[in-house]
């Protein structure tokens, strides 16, 4: 259903859609997995648990094999994240997605028995790095601070009341200045919403309600798919950022699944682009409805109901058409036009190296594009240490630049509007491309929501 709707709002030239970081899902379909992998054959709710009981399901944490075959059904966050480490490291993703609390609680897994002998062991790039991590947490870069706090929330406190000042005001230029505004402000919700999913410090574990009450958006929904996408950056099955077929096509299709409009992808890509916090906000209360998160479905009724009572529902709806364009944009610019991993390359290296060649840091001109961008124009140091505090990422990003320098590993950055013309010069690329028959569709390996 969801690629029929995407076809036709591509065709309608009205509306499209882009998912995240995260991005929404698909409803998976049977998929044979690579061989390369050494995953289940095919993942269906009946094949799987079967393929279960013959294979052992062991993950790598720190040089130890874990077997979390019985465990996976109780891990908080879902079974699809173990079954997508079966036979692979999963250091990184431990610390990069989990408190202290729960790094504790490794060592109370079971130990593999027999542990996998054919997986090589991580190259010395991830030792420097979980080196390189440790030194920066013994340094206090993942403390937070209220200075830091405050100036998050400040830009969008301001862009909101300015919002309704201009609601107040009577003529087409004060509408379009209160739509301008609160679409700024959805923006920088969003932005803050991601840190606090992301944070793991009080504040942060405080504030999550901030996603349903300001963003409008399920934190649990979103939190669940947009950390494949931070684990597992640009590999085609997996992360869902980068899931846009029908409307947009990062690498050539099989042409039983291509379409005669991407040919004009490079041109018309701001329409499916700018109904993604539109899409979010019904995934959003589809997703609490069916799961009964009662608490989370209070949340976004008061602030549907807050929120048109604050500003005029017209401009609420087109401020978050609005929004989402600059959304879809910022969150894309820096992953879309970098490699993807599909075929022989998938799951190829290790995380490291792996988000080095996936993503791309934007430079910021001035402060304005700076607020705008709310942190995501550090967008490498955010995907290698995704729990620390944002305003700390100016400051590491000379320091990881030059750490890169030593471990020859590519840091790549582009100026703000550079990069947004090298992902429109990609796109049009893939538009001239042909199809290529057996190549995979971004159809979600493991259900994620």
């Given amino acids: 259903m969801l690629r029929t709707l995407l076809c036709i709002a591509a065709a309608a030239g009205s509306a499209g859609l882009l998912r995240s970081g995260a991005l929404s899902v698909r409803h998976p379909q049977l998929r044979v997995h690579p061989a390369s992998l050494q995953l289940p054959v095919v993942e269906t709710e009946s094949a799987a648990p079967l393929q279960r009981k013959r294979e052992r399901l062991n993950v790598r944490i720190d040089d130890e094999w874990y077997d979390l075959t019985n465990w996976r059904a109780a891990h908080p966050a879902g079974a699809h994240w173990i079954d997508a480490y079966r036979n692979f490291d999963a250091t990184e993703v431990m610390y990069g997605f989990h408190s202290d609390k729960a790094m504790g609680m490794i060592k109370r897994l079971p130990k593999s028995k027999e542990p996998p002998t054919n997986v090589p062991p991580p190259v010395a790039t991830s030792y420097a790095f979980r080196e390189f991590r440790r030194k920066l947490e013994a340094e206090g870069w993942y403390r937070p601070h209220w200075r830091g706090e405050l100036q998050k929330l400040l830009p969008w406190a301001a862009c909101l009341a300015a919002a309704k000042v201009f609601s107040l005001q009577v003529g087409p230029l004060a509408s379009l200045a209160t739509v301008v505004c609160y679409a700024v402000s959805n923006t920088l919700a969003g932005w803050l919403s991601h840190d606090y999913v992301h944070g793991r410090s009080p504040f942060s574990m405080a504030m999550r309600g901030f996603g349903e009450l300001i963003g409008g958006m399920s934190t649990t929904w979103w939190s669940m798919k947009h950390n494949m996408h931070h684990a597992l950056t640009n590999e085609i099955g997996y992360d869902e950022d980068v899931a846009l077929e ?57 602030h549907w109901a807050a929120f048109c009572a604050f500003l005029p529902a017209k401009a ?6 609005l929004s989402g364009l600059l959304t879809a944009t910022i969150v894309t610019v820096t992953h879309q036009s970098e ?10 290296y290790d995380f490291c190296e792996a988000q080095f060649r996936s993503t791309r840091d934007a430079m910021c001109s001035n402060w304005f594009s700076d607020i705008l961008w709310g942190g995501m124009q550090w967008q490498l140091e955010h995907h290698l240490f995704p729990t620390m505090p944002r305003y700390k990422y100016k400051a590491l990003h000379p320091l990881l630049k030059e750490w890169a320098r030593e471990h020859k590993l590519e840091f790549r950055t582009s100026g703000e509007w550079e990069i947004l013309v090298q992902n429109i010069d990609q796109l049009k690329k893939m538009s001239s491309l042909p199809a290529v028959p057996g190549n995979p569709n971004s159809t979600p390996l493991f259900k994620q929501v």
């Fill in 339 to 348: 490699e993807m991993f599909i075929n022989e390359n998938l799951r190829k």
């Fill in 316 to 321: 609420v709806f087109l401020g978050v058409w």
């Fill in 246 to 302: 029908p409307a947009i096509y990062l690498w050539q299709p099989d042409p039983k699944v291509d379409s005669w409009l991407r040919k004009y992808q490079h041109l018309y890509w701001p329409i499916p682009f700018s109904v993604l916090f539109l899409y979010w906000r019904f995934d959003s209360i589809k997703y609490v409805m069916k799961w009964k998160k009662w608490n989370e479905a209070a949340r976004l009724a008061v």
